[in-house]
């Protein structure tokens, strides 16, 4: 009940095109659904993050669409990069934030 | 950068042994959480410090333990290393109190090798 789902594994995009990820989660007492970006030899970085009282937020090319009764939410990165070439992590946690679920994670490349 | 930082960056050590790691959050924030990254997953959450007091833990043994200091440091130390340990082990910082809206600024990990 504490994972996260997360697909898919990898995905490889070209230049100017849309990169979605998806994710699923079982326990209704999350509240808190961030995306997270690591390079390779960094520490993940927030990118941007939902709260299920809204079905969509979007931050510059970054959108992340929530479905509460389907226990779902995605991340849509539009005009995709090769810069966005990174690992993606969606995430959830509960009110306290003191339990933090990542998902395994979506290495995406963007082909120039 | 973050601001947060850790040492050192890699480490090697052998089965049975002890290990500490260290972390320094950004100045002010009273929140620090540590987390496993074996390779090729998503961090796991090992336990959550708030002023000095741990706040939440995760599903790791009592060998993995913790300390935060009031100068915004922290230590994770692991007992007995068994090889599974081996992973990268990040630290993040977020302002206090403890709640899910506050954005926890990650460190660049410290790398552990198990032999």
């Known amino acids: 009940q504490q994972q996260v789902k997360q697909s898919p594994q990898s995905l490889i995009v070209q230049k100017g095109g849309i990169s979605i990820i998806n994710c699923a989660y079982e326990n209704t007492a999350f509240d808190y659904f961030p995306w997270y970006q690591q390079f390779p030899g960094k520490g993940p970085a927030l990118l941007i993050a939902?709260?299920?009282?809204?079905s969509e937020k979007k931050e510059g090319r970054f959108t992340i669409s929530f479905n509460k009764s389907a226990k779902q939410f995605s991340l849509h990165i539009m005009d995709s990069q090769p810069g966005d070439s990174a690992t993606y992590f969606c995430a959830a946690t509960d009110n306290y934030g003191q339990n933090f679920v990542f998902g395994p994670g979506t290495r995406l490349s963007v082909l120039p | 950068e973050t601001g947060v930082t850790q040492s050192p960056t890699h480490l090697i050590k052998t089965r049975g042994q002890q290990v500490t790691l260290r972390c320094s959050s950004q100045?002010?924030?009273?929140?620090v959480s540590w987390y496993q990254q074996a390779l090729g997953q998503g961090p796991q959450f090992i336990f959550q410090y708030y002023r000095e007091e741990e706040n939440g833990r995760g599903n790791f043994p009592p060998r993995f333990s913790g300390l935060q200091f009031p100068n915004y440091s922290s230590e994770l130390n692991v007992n007995a290393l068994e090889l599974d340990d081996s992973a990268l082990y990040l630290c993040?910082?977020?302002?206090?109190?403890?709640?899910?809206?506050?954005?926890?600024?990650f460190g660049p990990g410290t790398r552990l090798t198990v032999l």
């Open positions: 993040a910082s977020s302002s206090g109190p403890a709640s899910s809206t506050d954005t926890q600024y």
């Open positions: 939902i709260r299920p009282d809204v």
């Open positions: 100045s002010g924030h009273n929140t």
